[in-house]
Nanobody, 123 residues
Framework: VQLQASGGGLVQAGGSLRLSCAAS????????MGWFRQAPGKEREFVAVISWSGGSTYYADSVKGRFTISRDNAKITVYLQMNSLKPEDTAAYYC?????????????????WGQGTQVTVSS
């Protein structure tokens, strides 16, 4: 199983970025997909998760109203649209997947992890 994240970069505060994560290596039917992030010196932090159908989503309070998670099952890809970015959003962003959707922020509940893509927001 591979999760390949892309789309990170450097952006000014108030700007936008869209992250993508393409999955491969198995059938992802019924798998929820999501994002975590980790800033230097801090613990890995939940960002958002979306169900297989796309009908259910769950966000961390810190990004609610600014970030939107979506998916395209034909491409087995999940997206994270990030608007109104703040310097505190600076982190490496990791794509994740788990069998079945639950509203959980726990690192250990996610079975598959991709490599990080760096997002840097300048003030």
């Amino acid at each position: 199983v591979q999760l390949q994240a892309s789309g990170g970069g450097l952006v000014q505060a108030g700007g936008s970025l869209r992250l993508s994560c393409a999955a491969s290596g198995r059938t992802f039917s019924s798998y929820a997909m999501g994002w975590f992030r980790q800033a230097p010196g801090k613990e890995r932090e939940f960002v958002a998760v979306i169900s297989w159908s796309g009908g259910s989503t769950y966000y961390a309070d810190s990004v609610k109203g600014r970030f939107t998670i979506s998916r395209d099952n034909a491409k087995i890809t999940v997206y994270l649209q990030m608007n109104s970015l703040k310097p505190e959003d600076t982190a490496a962003y990791y794509c994740v997947a788990r069998r079945g959707y639950i509203r959980t922020m726990q690192v250990g509940e996610y079975d598959y992890w991709g490599q990080g893509t760096q997002v840097t927001v300048s003030s």
